[in-house]
């Protein structure tokens, strides 16, 4: 959103916050009521109604509070479907530290801050988590918020993100970049797509390099054969798009829930979180190929 909209109070991501491995470990629901945590009454010995389960890491300070923590409404967590789990091992082996060893949260479909790493306590309440992160972070503020003070007024009033829109994102060409075009007029565009929550797997892509005015349905990898409804799919696609400068190619992915991205651009929201524009990539410069086999032909025949 800040490079394309205008300023946001917020972190560059761009296009790489997203990690796609195998991650193993016990399932929070099979915890809980282990715990003793009912998965209909909820009985719990304070006689707390279970509405949020909340993930925590004491072990430090953060750069806005005291310590790291997050929460999911307990119908997720308790959700066979939903895979929320404990992970204890990630691709096969142990967690690395920076991963979140000994044990973190894994709650796949939903924003990254929710899989909280390092975990040591598990809560389960009757409200959010209290942690600056969820209260007063990673929230979709309306459009007239425009600046830090006065977002102060709208933190309590919005809702927390959990779910993650769908998205198309284009691995190459780079925005900024310069590209030679073939005399077909054809270039190559390499990406991926993230379904929309626990809606994937991801179907089709579809890419335009005329601003939208034709699309192709991108080919999926091994035919998405590998895809889950929680992962990504790679997807290449071969366009035309005309020579000239501020070209930009775009990109739009469906799920087989049916959701599809819509807007060019998203709305613009305060802390720039949500961004699933199908504008992929843009300031391309698109340049003629040389034909250097023609061009020492020519040579050798004026040298003649």
Not at 93 to 112: D, K, S, Y
Not at 152 to 181: D, H, Q
Request: overall charge negative; hydrophobic content about 40%; proline content about 5%.
């Amino acid at each position: 959103m800040r490079t394309r909209i205008k300023e946001v109070v917020g972190v560059d991501w761009f296009d790489g916050a997203v990690m796609n491995c195998t991650f193993e470990g016990p399932l929070v629901r099979d915890i809980l009521l282990a715990a003793g945590v009912g998965e209909e009454d909820g009985a719990m010995q304070r006689n707390v109604v279970p509405k949020h389960i909340h993930f925590a890491n004491h072990g430090g300070k953060t750069q806005h509070d005291e310590w790291y923590g997050g929460s999911i409404p307990f119908a997720r967590a308790m959700d066979l479907e939903m895979d929320v789990i404990l992970a204890v091992k990630m691709n096969g082996l142990p967690l690395e530290a920076r991963h979140g060893f000994p044990v973190r949260a894994i709650v796949p479909g939903v924003l990254g801050a929710r899989s909280v790493k390092w975990l040591d306590s598990i809560t389960v309440s009757d409200q959010e988590s209290p942690c600056f992160y969820q209260q007063r972070d990673y929230k979709v503020l309306p459009p007239e918020v425009s600046d830090s003070k006065t977002a102060e007024g709208y933190w309590s009033r919005c809702p927390s993100m959990l779910e993650m829109p769908i998205n198309a994102c284009v691995a190459w060409p780079v925005s900024g970049s310069t590209i030679k075009l073939p005399a077909s007029g054809f270039i190559e565009v390499l990406g991926y797509a993230v379904p929309q929550s626990s809606h994937g797997p991801v179907i089709r892509v579809q890419v335009s390099g005329d601003e939208g005015k034709t699309w192709s349905d991108a080919q999926l990898e091994h035919g998405g054969k590998y895809a889950s409804k929680w992962t990504w799919v790679l997807w290449n696609a071969r366009i035309k798009i005309e020579k000239g400068e501020g070209r930009r190619i775009f990109a739009k992915a469906t799920d087989s829930g049916g959701y599809t991205q819509t807007e060019e651009r998203s709305s613009w929201n305060l802390r720039g979180v949500a961004y699933n524009g199908y504008e992929a990539a843009f300031d391309l410069t698109v340049i003629e190929e040389v034909d250097r086999q023609a061009v020492t032909t020519r040579f050798d025949v004026a040298r003649l």
